[in-house]
């Protein structure tokens, strides 16, 4: 049963990212028939080069393979989300243009020009173009990603110096939990489901520590859930706290459950850095 929000969300919201989430699951279980992961210390890897793990290791992805996922997920989307079969036509089509053997490292780069003239070319918003080879390519970095996931949970792991991007993947983290134990925060990628340590009063965004500057929000009766906010940057951050609840969460779907976490924060003023 979903848990009841502060704020409403749009009907059938929710629902669509579990079955989502559910579909790329089941699609990383097939990919992983036969897969081995490779043995990287990804940890002295980082130490000498703080590019991300997927910047420094070439991870293959058969493009044939990415292509049937991606027009596999364009069926899924098209069952569960009721659009104009205009769009969906358009990003069947997107499948014979997308350039699969390099669309993965071009979407974890900064650049994403590739993605607006191809939107443009086939007469579809950029968003859903991004949305599709996004969570098209999810499977396949969980799966390459899992065999390092304990290595970053370390609590030894503290030196990556941009805490709010991934370390494996180089995605940006809107999310984090504390962690119910001893409260210590990881931050959370929803692309590779990587989780890795940062300081409890610290702005990802900023850096900032000086604990009168970082505040937090929380919404009544929704104890659990957080905002950290940074005065010096007007950086914010969502947070799912597991001593309120004693329980653990799917983070991912936390972060998406929290849209009115976002509305209030920018409500305020703050902003989560994502174009600068
Ligand atoms: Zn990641
Ligand atoms: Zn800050």
Redesign the pocket.
């Given at each position: 049963m979903s848990r009841q929000t502060p704020v409403g969300l749009p009907e059938g919201y929710t629902d669509f990212y579990k079955n989502l989430e559910y579909w790329q699951n089941e699609q990383e279980i097939k990919l992983k028939q036969g897969y081995v992961g490779e043995n990287i210390d990804v940890l002295k890897m980082l130490a000498n080069n703080p590019k991300n793990v997927m910047k420094q290791h070439r991870f293959n992805i058969d493009p044939r393979h990415l292509k049937a996922t991606y027009l596999a997920l364009v069926e899924f989307l098209s069952s569960n989300r009721p659009l104009d079969s205009k769009v969906w036509d358009s990003l069947r089509q997107a499948g014979d243009k997308l350039d699969f053997a390099n669309v993965a490292a071009i979407l974890l780069s900064d650049d994403q020009s590739y993605f607006t003239e191809l939107a443009e070319a086939l007469e579809i918003p950029f968003e859903l173009l991004l949305f599709t080879v996004d969570h098209a390519l999810r499977p396949y970095?969980r799966m390459f990603?899992q065999p390092y996931y304990e290595q970053f949970n370390q609590t030894d792991f503290v030196f990556w110096n941009q805490a709010a991007i991934?370390p494996?993947?180089g995605?940006k983290s809107h999310f984090s939990r504390l962690r119910g134990e001893d409260g210590k925060r990881f931050m959370f990628?929803d692309?590779?489901f990587?989780e890795w340590e940062s300081r409890s009063i610290y702005c990802v965004h900023c850096g900032n520590d000086e604990p009168n500057s970082i505040n937090y929000i929380s919404v009544e009766n929704d104890n659990g859930y957080q905002l950290y906010t940074c005065e010096k940057c007007k950086g914010y951050l969502k947070t799912y706290d597991e001593r309120q609840t004693g329980k653990t969460t799917d983070l991912f779907i936390a972060n998406i459950e929290t849209i009115y976490l976002d509305l209030l924060a920018k409500e305020k003023g703050y902003v989560n850095h994502d174009i600068d």
């Open positions: 970095l990603a991934c494996f993947c995605s990628c692309r590779c990587t």
